[in-house]
Every structure is written in structure tokens, then in C-alpha cells.
């Protein structure tokens, strides 16, 4: 046995620091359903579209040069993002996935004993990102599935020092109209940053939603993320971005990889958003499904939470043989996956992406067949 200084006994083996142990690893929503022949996803919130074809083109194109490291200042991607925006590219930081982001803007502001405030039923990764950084997450209770400024605001104390607000939130799919946002941030102390994380912003159509962007350009606490992995459909590439004030960039670009993103990913990224047009046809595809959706299975008798984004959130009742559990089990029996968000507090939902015209009807079909007692059937066969 290894004795420390001062006859204290020293560890066995390497510790992680305290509060690493603390943390509930993120689970992503499962991909498999054993022995189904044709499975639909839907746990995820990937887009039936997939990206566009120019990105798929610059992605293979790319695959021409994989000796060559990436730019490290991922520059054509910022370029293109800018262009799209009208931003400087100076004020623009780039990332693997916005949980990257997440986690770079998190380590360069939070420290032991330092707080972090986020809603009820927020992102996972605020949490984890938050401890990861020594940080401890401070949660603030939600309204009706939406997050409450009050509540946050009141969380705020002389420990915080960053505010992380999805809007719209996932796994709800409900958004804080941009005049709350604003009264949240012209709450904060000058030395708390707000982080609006729009993930699904391109999917809002509401007159009273803006993404952040306004705040994220003319106010000093303030940056707002983005990612591509949902509406353009480059999941599988990891590439998020950020925007906001020079002093923000320049604090998360010290402590940034080198080469953080590969070159596919920036090539693929910035054909992805210079196609307006396929964007536009994502942006049609949700807004024709998600209401269908919400429409037939209201009719089913099951609660659907009002969303903005491309899933919808759908309440199973406690009654035995009509629980969520079940209901994903019976659905996964059928290839059907949709995503369990116990983990985000609400045990008896289930989280279902807006997938192509042939999934959907699936799904509708699937949990009219559950209602009716097909699941109870099957469990007694």
C-alpha cells in the first residue's frame, strides 16, 4: 500500500476529480429494434429529408485529401455562415456538434463553486457539461412544460455565472416568445452569460420567436448557438456553431481543440447552408406532418404537447397496459423507435420525430393498435 505525505493513504489507482462521478452519462435514444426487418427511427430528431445533395458532393469531394489536416480555424465554414447571416466570421466559433459548444463555453466560465441555472426539462447536456467543468447545475422549475423567466431569474444568485435557455426546448418542443427572453436577459447581472441554445430555431414558424441572434451581436453576455445536425441533416459529421461577442469567442477559441472539426464536416457544412431551397423543403415537410401528427393522435385520446420544433411530445396515461414503457415496447416490436425521456423527468411521455409520410402513418396506426389492446395481447402470447 503507497502511503501519502502526513500518513495519509493514497489512492490505489488514479481518481477522477470530485463531482466527475457525479455525472449521469447522456444515453442517446436507441437506433435497434432485434429482429424487426425494417426499422424507422424516430428517437432522434433527424431529418427524413437527409442533407443536401451539395453537401453530400463537398463531403465526398473532401474524402480526396484526408492526409491533409483541417483547418484549424474552420474559416470556408464560418464564411459560409456568415454570408448566410450577415455576420462578421470573427464573432463566429465552430465546433463538433454544439454539445462541443456547450461544453467549451461551460469550461471557460464555470469553476468549483460556481452555478449554472437551466430549466426543468432542459437539455442533458447542460448538467453534464456544467459538473465536467466543477460547476454545480441549478435547476428552475418549469410552467406548463415551458421554461418560466421567473423561476430562472430567481435561481440567479451571487454563484452564477451562466444562464442556458433552449429555445425552442427539446424534449418539449415549447419556446419562450423573444419579449420573455429579453426580460430574461435585462434580469441577468452584467456578469452572467446567457447562452440561447436554437438548435431548432429553423423550424419555428411564430411571429413572436426570434432565435437570439439580435442579443447574441449587440449585448456583451449573450451567445447563441446552432447546429446542423438536425435541419440539414449532417448529424452523423458533428458540426455546431456559435455567435456572440469577440471577448466570448476569443475565451472558448484559447481553450479549443486545434483541429476540432474535420475537413468533410466544414466542406459539407458549408454547402449545406448556402441550399436555401433544401432547407425550405425540411421546413415544409415539419410543418405539414407536425400538425398532422398532433392531429391524429389527439384524436387517439393521448395528450401531444404543442411543439414548434421537428418532434412532438406525446403523454401515455399510468393505466396498466397503456403506459409509456409499454407503449415504446409494443412500438419497438413493430420497428417503430421513439425515444423514452424519463431521464428528462417526464416517465410517462415518449418523444417522437417527425419522420417521412410512411413512419408517420406507421406510428398512428402502431399506437391506435396499442390503444385498443393489441399490446396487452401480444405481452399474454
Known amino acids: 500500500m503507497s502511503i501519502a505525505s502526513e500518513g495519509a493513504v493514497a489512492p490505489l489507482r ?8 457525479t455525472i449521469k452519462a447522456y444515453v442517446p435514444g436507441k437506433s435497434a429494434a432485434p429482429g424487426v426487418a425494417k426499422v424507422f427511427k424516430l428517437s432522434s430528431n433527424e ?4 442533407p443536401s445533395p451539395a453537401a453530400r458532393a463537398a463531403y465526398a469531394a473532401a474524402g480526396a485529401r484526408l492526409e491533409d489536416y483541417p483547418d484549424g480555424a474552420a474559416t470556408v465554414l464560418r464564411e459560409a455562415i456568415a454570408r448566410v447571416y450577415g455576420l462578421d466570421p470573427a464573432r463566429i466559433i465552430c465546433g463538433a456538434g454544439s454539445d462541443e459548444i456547450l461544453n467549451l463555453v461551460a469550461h471557460a466560465y464555470v469553476g468549483p463553486g460556481d452555478e449554472v441555472v ?13 459538473r465536467a467543468a466543477g ?22 444568485t451571487d454563484r452564477t455565472r451562466i444562464v442556458f435557455l433552449a ?48 442579443l447574441a451581436l449587440t449585448a456583451e453576455n449573450v451567445l447563441m448557438t446552432r447546429t446542423f445536425s438536425k435541419i440539414h441533416g449532417l448529424a452523423a459529421l ?46 415544409a415537410h415539419n410543418l405539414t406532418w ?69 413512419a408517420n402513418r406507421l406510428v398512428v396506426a402502431a399506437l391506435a393498435d396499442f390503444l385498443a389492446g393489441a399490446g396487452r395481447a401480444e405481452a399474454k402470447a
Not at 460547476?135 to 440567479?156: I, M, N, S
Request: net charge negative; charged share 20%.
Open 290 to 358: 407536425l400538425e398532422w401528427l398532433t392531429r391524429e393522435i389527439t384524436a387517439l385520446g393521448l395528450e401531444v404537447t404543442p411543439s414548434v420544433g421537428n418532434f412532438i411530445l406525446i403523454h401515455f396515461p399510468e393505466a396498466a397496459g397503456r403506459t409509456a414503457a409499454e407503449a415504446d415496447a409494443f412500438l419497438t416490436r413493430r420497428g417503430l423507435i421513439l425515444r423514452q425521456v424519463s431521464s428528462y423527468g417526464l416517465p410517462r411521455c415518449l418523444r417522437m420525430t417527425v419522420g417521412s409520410e410512411e
Open 135 to 156: 460547476g454545480t447545475p441549478v435547476v428552475a422549475k418549469e410552467r406548463e412544460l415551458v421554461a418560466d423567466v421567473d423561476a430562472l431569474l430567481a435561481a440567479v
Open 238 to 283: 458533428r458540426i455546431g456553431w456559435a455567435v456572440g461577442p469577440a471577448h466570448v469567442i476569443d475565451a472558448m477559441n484559447r481553450i479549443r481543440g486545434p483541429f476540432n472539426m474535420n475537413a468533410p464536416a466544414l466542406a459539407a457544412g458549408a454547402a449545406a447552408i448556402a441550399d436555401a431551397a433544401h432547407v425550405e423543403a425540411a421546413v
Open 118 to 130: 437551466y430549466s426543468e426539462h432542459g437539455f442533458l447536456v447542460y448538467p453534464i457539461a456544467t
Open 167 to 214: 429555445n425552442p426546448n427539446n424534449p418539449t418542443g415549447t419556446y419562450v416568445p423573444f419579449e420573455e427572453v429579453r426580460r430574461l436577459h435585462a434580469g441577468l447581472p452584467a456578469n452572467v452569460l446567457l447562452v440561447l441554445d436554437a438548435a431548432y430555431a429553423e423550424y419555428v414558424r411564430r411571429n413572436d420567436y426570434e432565435t437570439g441572434l439580435e
Open 47 to 50: 431529418t427524413p429529408l437527409g
Open 14 to 21: 488514479p481518481e477522477p476529480r470530485p463531482g466527475v462521478k
